[in-house]
Each structure stands twice: as structure tokens, then as C-alpha cells.
């Protein structure tokens, strides 16, 4: 199409993104067929999660257990996308991963459009749920995710740590990467 129409991004903000119709046409498309919309920037991180009176409650019934420490991420994976609604998406991770042994407890793979602040607490509580054991301590790679979290691990009595490296999580994501990469999902 933009070899037939080399003036396609004349008149378009560089800002602006094309898609295609979310219904095809039964004929060739046209320059008239795309959906123009500009690239929205995603919210910030640090928007404090807030969890439900009820996820606590629940959470707060689990099991504790001295000593553990989970690291936790909540990411934008790079060039993995899937359809949402017709259109394409990057998903989200989020991976809790105990540190003693490297076992994964909890993972989410969500779409990407969610605020980043209300997916990374949303996906903990959902692995926390997982793990079935509240840890001593979370590990998160940076100070990002810091003011978003924390409200929840006070209200749950965990330590919420920022540090520069993650081995748990990073052998973990190695581990998912091969597995992404070598067609086994």
C-alpha cells in the first residue's frame, strides 16, 4: 500500500500509527481503510496500588514463612504481543520468584495497556494467592516499583526491598525465554 501511496504519511503527525480496519474489506484496502491513532504514552508507575479490603483479608490468612524472600517483576516483554480486540498488544509479565530455590510461585501474563501501578499490584496479589505462603521479604529490581507496592506489603507485613540484581528472577526469565524461544509454548 505505501508503495501505491507514497504520500500515506504526508499529512500524519509523527505521532500517529496506522491500523488496519478491525473487520477486513473483501477488496484490496485503501489509504481510506486505516484507522489512524496516535501513540499514547503509558501512565506512570509510581501511582500507589491499593489492594481490596478483601484480597488482605485473604492474603492475610495465608501461611507465613520466616526468612523467605520472593523477587518480584512486572514488565512490558519486548516484542511479545498478542490481539486485544482486534488489535495488536504488548503483554505484560509479572514473575514472583521465590529466591532460596529459583521455583517460579506466581506468574501473570496480561495485556500491556493496563496502567503499569495497577497491574504490578494486581499480579502480586495473584501470585502471592499462588505461592500460598507470605515471605519475609520482596525483592524488586530498582526503586520504580517502590512507592507502588508498598501499601500493600504493609498492609501484609512483608519488607519491601529494592535491589540492583534479581538472580532468582533473571535465571528464571532466561529460563522462560529459552523455553519462548525454542517453540515450546
Known amino acids: 500500500?505505501?508503495?501505491?501511496?507514497?504520500?500515506?504519511?504526508?499529512?500524519?503527525?509523527?505521532?500517529?500509527?496506522?491500523?488496519?480496519?478491525?473487520?477486513?474489506p473483501a477488496r484490496a484496502l485503501r489509504p481510506d481503510d486505516l484507522e489512524w491513532r496516535p501513540v499514547v504514552h503509558l501512565p506512570e508507575t509510581s501511582q500507589a496500588?491499593?489492594?481490596?479490603?478483601?484480597?488482605?483479608?485473604?492474603l492475610l490468612k495465608l501461611q507465613r514463612s520466616p526468612g523467605a524472600v520472593f523477587e518480584y517483576?512486572?514488565?512490558l516483554m519486548p516484542g511479545a504481543s498478542f490481539i486485544e480486540q482486534g488489535r495488536p498488544c504488548f503483554g505484560r509479565l509479572s514473575l514472583l520468584v521465590e529466591t532460596g530455590g529459583g521455583m517460579i510461585v506466581g506468574t501473570e501474563f496480561g495485556s500491556g495497556a493496563v496502567a503499569a501501578g495497577e497491574a504490578a499490584g494486581r499480579d502480586l496479589v495473584k501470585g502471592l494467592l499462588k505461592a500460598g505462603v507470605l515471605p519475609e521479604k520482596l525483592m524488586i529490581g530498582g526503586s520504580q516499583l517502590q512507592p507502588v507496592l508498598a501499601p500493600l506489603c504493609e498492609a501484609l507485613h512483608i519488607k519491601l526491598r529494592a535491589a540492583s540484581r534479581l538472580p532468582a528472577l533473571d535465571q528464571a526469565m532466561e529460563a522462560l525465554t529459552q523455553r519462548f524461544a525454542g517453540g515450546m509454548f
Not at 500500500?1 to 477486513?24: S, Y
Not at 496500588?49 to 485473604?58: K, L, Q
Open 73 to 75: 517483576a512486572s514488565t
Open 49 to 58: 496500588f491499593h489492594p481490596s479490603t478483601e484480597d488482605v483479608e485473604r
Open 1 to 24: 500500500m505505501l508503495e501505491e501511496n507514497p504520500e500515506l504519511f504526508d499529512d500524519r503527525a509523527v505521532t500517529e500509527i496506522p491500523f488496519l480496519p478491525a473487520q477486513m
